[in-house]
């Protein structure tokens, strides 16, 4: 069985779908360290001039050791109409926008929040769905986890009986490989080539981006969004 983790991202690229996708089980590290100007409460989205930083405000002030899941958001800002109303100017006029619009403004509009990780877990939930991805998701907390690093990720791959542990090509500079090898586990790095599909504001087949929220091929592609990214 092939596992493995990552912390639960805001609207995450299409590299993080790919990642699961790869994997019979996903973990959620919902029990480590909140990183601040991280992916965890912000993602880009791809504008008429460029690509725009979307920002989950969250609560941090004397908490920069929270773990995710203890992590608030600050609601005194009003950040989802912001951020709904920039995803609408952003994307109205793609192809497929109409198809998947209802969900994002039910998030925006209709849903209340309290907690980043109930966010991030519902739209990437979501997101699996509309992209036929049906890897089983669990929590590090339901697994239960007491070491930290390299040998955090063995744990999980121990407790879920998983000899293969899949890590993003990033985790070549901080897995410990030969502890991998002590403990009879395989250690592979996903490889990932971004899709190049027709995407708003491109003129004559070029200014294509890449690295945007996953959103982006949805709105763009619509139900072949699945076969671009796992062509």
Same mark, same amino acid.
């Given at each position: ?17 790919? !990642? ?40 941090? !002030? ?27 100017? %952003? ?57 930290? %690093? ?16 899949? %890590? ?10 030969? !502890? ?45 969004? !699945? ?5």
């Amino acid at each position: 069985m092939i596992v493995s983790v990552h912390q639960p991202q805001y609207l995450p690229w299409l590299g993080y779908l790919d !990642k699961i996708k790869k994997s019979d089980c996903f973990v959620f590290l919902d029990r480590v360290q909140y990183k601040h100007r991280e992916f965890e409460n912000r993602n880009k989205i791809r504008t008429k001039k460029d690509w725009l930083w979307l920002t989950v405000p969250v609560v941090t !002030k004397n908490l920069r050791n929270q773990l995710i899941s203890d992590v608030k958001i600050d609601n005194s800002v009003n950040w989802k109409l912001d951020h709904w109303k920039a995803i609408k100017l %952003s994307y109205a006029h793609a192809p497929f926008f109409n198809d998947y619009s209802a969900f994002f403004e039910d998030v925006y509009l209709n849903k209340d929040w309290d907690k980043l990780l109930d966010l991030n877990v519902f739209i990437i939930k979501y997101l699996l769905k509309e992209f036929g991805i049906k890897t089983p998701l669990c929590f590090e907390s339901e697994i239960g986890t007491t070491k930290a %690093s390299t040998e955090r990720i063995i744990e999980i791959c121990k407790k879920l009986n998983s000899r293969v542990y899949l %890590s993003g090509s990033g985790g070549r500079d901080y897995l410990d490989e030969k !502890k991998f090898a002590e403990e009879g586990l395989e250690l592979r790095y996903q490889e990932f080539e971004h899709p190049i599909y027709q995407q708003c504001f491109m003129k004559d087949n070029k200014g294509f981006i890449s690295h945007m929220a996953a959103i982006d091929l949805l709105f763009n592609e619509g139900k072949a969004a !699945k076969s671009i990214l796992f062509k």
